[in-house]
């Protein structure tokens, strides 16, 4: 029991830290959101009013006159644009003198008002402020782009403007006076509040560098009084109460505040609930161990015991141990029961399958998904369909290739088998269905087959395909998922039985596999079909098929394999070409078993590859006897200055155009080059024998003179033929020397 209160003590003290890791994540969380909203807001705040940040830091008289000053004329056009603000912090009376007019910029580029221009720039440098480096052009074509709505009428503004709520802060203005006052851009509070709506659960102040607060959100009349003091912030006071998020802008400060109480109080919430659900857990353990100690708990061992070692007793002894637990529990309603008799079976069964299927652990890339509750428990007959997959010696297999299509094999087979489950073993390159009804098997069998012939025709993979109604016993399975590498293997299948047996009979079933047809004996029957010896074949196709029940269903089954192969081979024998597609297609419009199509499916393949190895060696060999032919022709006729083209063409039988398409094809050059080659490969075998003149040699390579063989055949070698000759001599005279000298 005391293990018991340490492992509770343990669980306390993870749940606090856990919990502890929770709420610091979602302060993090929401300081991150709200900065990151701030953020946002004050990017888009500043390209609504298009704030330059270019701006002049230096009071330059010269370049304010330059870029403010604009005539009478122009003022008046663009008035209705302008905003008028009457400030005692600005010297009205010192422009009321002068009859030009001047725009007033803040540093950040943003005209807020119109005023006649002093002339006496020593005057008007001492009046005025800091500028931005942004032209009167510019600032009227900018200002266009804000909302006619998102200011406030200058007629309705009232100074000094920090006592105005919704004024954000953008400029200071420094008078000749040692007096100084701030001037505020104003802007709606609608607007502001469309600004600032991605924070939705937090409390917003805006206030400018001078601390006067400038714009609130989601305040109450008790917040203003506890946190602001002569529209002062009291920061002291607010961070206590909140988590603030401050980011930082142009003169101004955007504060996000999110209640503590509001979080932690979740976050309490929160733990209050897991402790409560963690007290619940402790008590059901507490129940679940005092009801079971004073009740027989070996069975309950034993299932434990049995996972950990997977070690099988006997025969039936699982099933005996779940359903004994089954009782246990059930005797003492420590589970839920719904109808009695079909939900307990119900529920042996899910947790047999659980635990068979659901719960092994295997080192082996396969999936394993079944659900056996509709089958009968005492009776769990398996198909077992297999396509096995197997890479050529020395070849790594493409598993991402085997794994597309066995995903499409099973997209395919969706709604056309019912199916309990499949198995897919990708590292062994094999996969299987599971099925319960005994009369699928003819349906797993073709459905096989066309995967494979799918596999086949658009991946190039080869695969064998097999398919028998199998028994296995539960124990054994269980066994074998576990290994994951026997689980498709041949230890893991049991004969084939035509009905279904207990998979817990401890009767020793002999250990006849189904094996496939050799080699040798399906050469035989094909050599029996091919002479018309069908007794013989018929014979050898029973001796090879005995073992496959499904497959003997009369005679007529027999004598179409044997009509279809033998049709196959006759065409074979003829030394015509034929589609294996256009065969596949026909084999299926066949009705027949899932053997027999297997069967003929295999026979057709091998077929079909001899087919094409047959058309390959015709290829080959009617290319060789064109080689030779035209090898015969050239050298007879080598001599003829009349051997073109069109000359062998006629001689050998051909059209022009088919015999140059021909000629290049099997030979892998035109004709006048194969020619040229040849004579002048002759020519210069003759010249270096010395024994002709270079008009014979002429004459006998089919040149028309001594000339055209000289051209060509410097054209050829780089030199002469008598040049040719000459080094020929001096070599040899060379040798003769040395020799002499040795």
Not at 85 to 90: D, E, G, L, N
Not at 257 to 262: A, G, K, L
Not at 706 to 714: A, H, P, Q, V
């Amino acid at each position: 029991m005391k293990s018991y209160l340490l492992l509770m003590m343990i669980f306390a003290v993870v749940i606090f830290l856990v919990l502890s890791y929770m709420r610091q994540r979602q302060i993090d969380f929401i300081t991150q959101r709200n900065s990151s909203v701030a953020e946002q807001v004050l990017n888009s705040f500043e390209e609504k009013v298009l704030v330059i940040k270019k701006f002049s830091q230096q009071i330059a008289t010269r370049e304010f006159y330059q870029f403010a000053r604009l005539d009478q004329e122009e003022a008046m056009q663009n008035q209705d644009t302008l905003l008028h603000i009457r400030s005692s912090c600005v010297n009205y009376s010192v422009f009321s003198e002068f009859g030009e007019y001047a725009i007033c910029f803040d540093k950040s580029g943003v005209a807020f008002g119109s005023y006649s221009v002093c002339t006496d720039i020593n005057r008007f440098y001492g009046t005025l402020f800091q500028f931005g480096d942004m032209s009167a052009n510019e600032f009227f074509s900018y200002k266009k782009q804000l909302p006619a709505e998102s200011f406030l009428p200058y007629s309705t503004m009232e100074f000094p403007p920090r006592s105005y709520e919704g004024m954000i802060y953008y400029i200071k203005l420094y008078p000749y006076s040692d007096s100084s006052a701030s001037l505020f851009f104003v802007l709606r509070d609608t607007y502001l509040d469309q600004l600032f709506e991605p924070i939705e659960n937090s409390k917003i102040m805006v206030r400018n560098n001078q601390g006067a607060v400038l714009y609130t959100r989601n305040w109450s009349d008790e917040d203003a009084e506890r946190y602001m003091w002569d529209g002062q912030l009291n920061l002291e006071a607010l961070n206590q109460d909140y988590i603030l998020t401050v980011q930082k802008g142009v003169g101004i400060d955007y504060i996000c505040m999110t209640s503590r109480e509001e979080l932690f109080g979740g976050v309490n919430s929160l733990f209050l609930l897991l402790f409560a659900i963690f007290l619940v857990l402790i008590v059901g353990m507490v129940a679940i161990i005092a009801a079971i100690s004073s009740h027989n708990s070996v069975w309950v061992q034993k299932i434990l015991l049995h996972r950990k070692s997977g070690h099988s007793e006997t025969k039936g002894s699982i099933y005996k141990e779940i359903s004994d637990a089954f009782d246990v529990l059930q005797h003492d309603n420590l589970i839920l029961q719904g109808e009695r008799d079909s939900s307990m079976e119900m529920l042996r069964r899910n947790f047999f399958l659980n635990l068979l299927m659901g719960k092994a652990k295997q080192p082996y890339d396969y999936t394993l998904l079944g659900n056996g509750a509709s089958a009968r428990w005492e009776q769990y007959g398996l198909v077992m369909a297999s396509l096995e997959y197997r890479a050529p010696d020395g070849e790594t297999p493409d598993l991402q290739l085997l794994r597309r299509s066995f995903e499409s094999w099973y997209q395919e087979a969706e709604g056309r088998i019912s199916r309990e489950g499949y198995v897919v073993c990708l590292e062994t390159g094999r996969m299987a269905a599971v099925v319960k009804e005994e009369d699928r098997i003819d349906a797993v069998a073709q459905m096989l087959l066309e995967s494979a012939e799918a596999v086949h025709m658009e991946d190039a993979l080869e695969v064998r395909v097999s398919a028998a109604m199998q028994v296995m016993r539960v124990e054994e399975l269980y066994q074998a998922a576990q290994a994951g590498s026997r689980f498709l293997g041949r230890e893991s299948f049991r004969p084939e039985s035509r009905g279904l047996c207990s998979p817990f009979d401890a009767q020793e079933i002999p250990d006849t596999r189904l094996r496939p047809a050799s080699e040798e004996k399906t050469k035989v029957l094909f050599t029996a079909a091919k002479s018309g010896n069908l007794k013989e074949a018929e014979e050898l196709l029973r001796d090879i098929f005995q073992k496959t029940a499904e497959f003997v269903r009369g005679d007529e089954e027999k004598t179409e394999f044997l009509a279809r192969i033998s049709q196959l081979l006759l065409l074979l024998d003829s030394g015509e070409s034929f589609s294996e597609k256009d065969w596949m297609d026909a084999l299926r419009q066949i009705p027949m078993s899932g053997t027999m199509f297997a069967c003929l499916y295999a026979s057709i393949r091998r077929i079909c590859l001899e087919n094409k190895k047959l058309q390959k060696s015709k290829k080959d060999t009617a290319r060789e006897e064109f080689r030779e032919k035209v090898r015969l022709l050239v050298d007879e006729e080598l001599s003829n200055q009349e051997m073109s083209l069109n000359y062998a063409a006629e001689k050998l039988g051909f059209s022009h155009a088919y015999f140059s398409s021909l000629f290049k094809e099997n030979m892998g050059e035109n004709f006048s080059a194969y020619l040229e080659r040849l004579r002048m490969q002759k020519a210069h075998a003759l010249v270096l024998e010395g024994q002709y003149t270079l008009d014979e040699i002429a004459g006998m390579c089919g040149y028309a003179n001594s000339n055209t063989f000289r051209r060509i055949y410097r054209k050829v070698y780089g030199v002469t033929p008598s040049m040719m000759r000459s080094m020929k001599k001096q070599e040899e005279q060379q040798k003769k020397a040395k020799k002499n000298e040795e």
